[in-house]
């Protein structure tokens, strides 16, 4: 048997991490005796109503994920699908930043930016962003002196994996293709 995390094969770590989060997900209490048989909905969940935006806009976040995130509905929308494919951690990394950046107060920053290296970047993290070893070891070194624009380079390379690899999927989803009819 291994005595702790490192002596476990990676393998290993990833399915215990998959197993961490399902166990949270069921430890959570059920609205109804269906949420404890389908812990997450094969659907993503429709933002509110009275949120909801114009076809033409939802037209416009096929070709920018910026203007996606810059629409209320568009973020929660993307936001609820990744949810539903079990890889939001890479948007939550990306709302996070956007949140720090915000920060004023030194202290506050330097707490904001513990907890979201903690979260996110650290290796094993429990929602670990997939990020080369250069820009972590960039964003290690900002976190020396907390600043704005610590995680700008971390923040810019999950933001491109969103654009390459999740964007694409949205837009091809029922619920997407819903909006813009």
């Keep these: 048997m291994c005595k702790?995390?490192?002596a476990l094969p990676h393998t290993c770590l990833e399915r215990a991490k998959?197993?961490?989060?399902?166990?949270?997900?069921?430890?959570?209490?059920p609205d109804s005796a269906f949420d404890l048989?389908?812990?997450?909905?094969?659907?993503?969940?429709?933002?509110?109503?009275?949120?909801?935006?114009?076809p033409d806009e939802a037209l416009q976040w096929?070709?920018?994920?910026?203007?996606?995130?810059?629409?209320?509905?568009?973020?929660?929308?993307?936001?609820?699908?990744?949810?539903?494919?079990?890889?939001?951690?890479?948007?939550?990394?990306w709302i996070a930043c956007e949140e720090y950046k915000k920060i004023k107060s030194p202290t506050k920053m330097a707490e904001k930016a513990k907890k979201?290296?903690?979260?996110?970047?650290?290796?094993?993290?429990?929602?670990?962003?997939?990020?080369d070893h250069f820009t972590k070891a960039v964003t290690m070194k900002n976190l020396v002196e907390p600043s704005v624009s610590s995680f700008n380079e971390a923040q810019k390379r999950i933001f491109a994996l969103m654009e390459k690899d999740s964007l694409p999927r949205f837009v091809r989803s029922e619920f997407y293709q819903g909006l813009i009819k």
């Design 4 to 6: 702790g995390l490192a």
């Design 18 to 29: 998959e197993i961490k989060t399902k166990l949270g997900t069921l430890l959570q209490k």
């Design 37 to 54: 048989i389908i812990p997450y909905p094969e659907k993503p969940e429709k933002p509110a109503k009275a949120q909801k935006t114009s």
């Design 62 to 93: 096929r070709e920018s994920l910026e203007k996606l995130l810059q629409n209320a509905y568009g973020l929660t929308s993307f936001r609820s699908f990744l949810r539903s494919e079990f890889s939001e951690e890479n948007i939550e990394f």
């Design 116 to 131: 979201i290296y903690e979260e996110f970047i650290q290796m094993e993290a429990p929602k670990e962003v997939n990020i």
